[in-house]
């Protein structure tokens, strides 16, 4: 289909990146577990950027549809995406913005709808992000998010398990629309006292 080598496009690769002196030298994915309907096993990648300020978690099945042949199950979609993360010892990460990317195809009257949800294993609280697609478009699209409240890892140690609720949904369902998407997280490290 025509919105997956879109999809290609959406991804911007930075040169030449500078480095911030507050997060640790060493960042790692230790492990993915992925729930729900938009996240079969297997169809989420999760990548680091070079400034380890920015995740970026690729969705290959993420797709909603709505329109003459679909289903209740193809309206919405959601992910409960598990993230174990290794680093250094002495720091704490939060989530500080969300930029959702991909391709949207929907009729004037409709709209789509995105949420995300982080939260840390262990950790009381959640960080909640959420953007509107209003139709009529068709194309690539960037939705940016900032979070109102700031929900941080636990300190003393070198891991840390970050929950990633994302749901979208298009409205009405009667006419033909579609969703795709990539989530940018980006997040901020500082040094435990």
């Given at each position: 289909?025509?919105?997956?080598?879109?999809?290609?496009?959406?991804?911007?690769?930075?040169?030449?990146?500078?480095?911030?002196?507050?997060?640790?030298?060493?960042?790692?994915?230790?492990?993915?577990?992925?729930?729900?309907?938009?996240?079969?096993?297997?169809?989420?990648?999760?990548?680091?950027?070079?400034?380890?300020?920015?995740?970026?978690?690729?969705?290959?099945?993420?797709?909603?549809?709505?329109?003459?042949?679909?289903?209740?199950?193809?309206?919405?979609?959601?992910?409960?995406?598990?993230?174990?993360?290794?680093?250094?010892?002495?720091?704490?990460?939060?989530?500080?913005?969300?930029?959702?990317?991909?391709?949207?195809?929907?009729?004037?009257?409709?709209?789509?709808?995105?949420?995300?949800?982080?939260?840390?294993?262990?950790?009381?609280?959640?960080?909640?992000?959420?953007?509107?697609?209003?139709?009529?478009?068709?194309?690539?699209?960037?939705l940016h998010s900032d979070t109102d409240a700031t929900?941080?890892?636990?300190?003393?140690?070198?891991?840390?398990?970050?929950?990633?609720?994302?749901?979208?949904?298009?409205?009405?369902?009667?006419?033909?629309?579609?969703?795709?998407?990539?989530?940018?997280?980006s997040v901020a490290w500082r040094r435990c006292n």
């Open positions: 289909m025509r919105f997956l080598a879109t999809l290609g496009l959406c991804t911007v690769v930075a040169a030449g990146l500078i480095v911030p002196q507050n997060v640790p030298q060493t960042v790692r994915v230790l492990g993915v577990s992925l729930l729900g309907s938009g996240c079969p096993a297997g169809s989420a990648d999760v990548q680091i950027d070079g400034t380890k300020t920015l995740m970026e978690v690729t969705f290959s099945s993420y797709i909603v549809q709505t329109g003459p042949g679909t289903m209740a199950a193809d309206w919405r979609k959601n992910c409960k995406l598990t993230l174990n993360l290794g680093f250094d010892e002495g720091f704490q990460f939060a989530t500080m913005a969300t930029d959702m990317t991909g391709f949207a195809q929907i009729p004037a009257g409709s709209h789509g709808t995105c949420s995300n949800t982080f939260d840390f294993t262990g950790v009381q609280g959640q960080t909640a992000f959420s953007t509107r697609l209003d139709g009529a478009r068709e194309g690539p699209f960037t929900s941080w890892s636990q300190c003393g140690g070198t891991t840390a398990i970050m929950n990633m609720n994302t749901q979208c949904n298009i409205s009405p369902t009667q006419q033909q629309a579609l969703i795709a998407i990539t989530v940018n997280v």
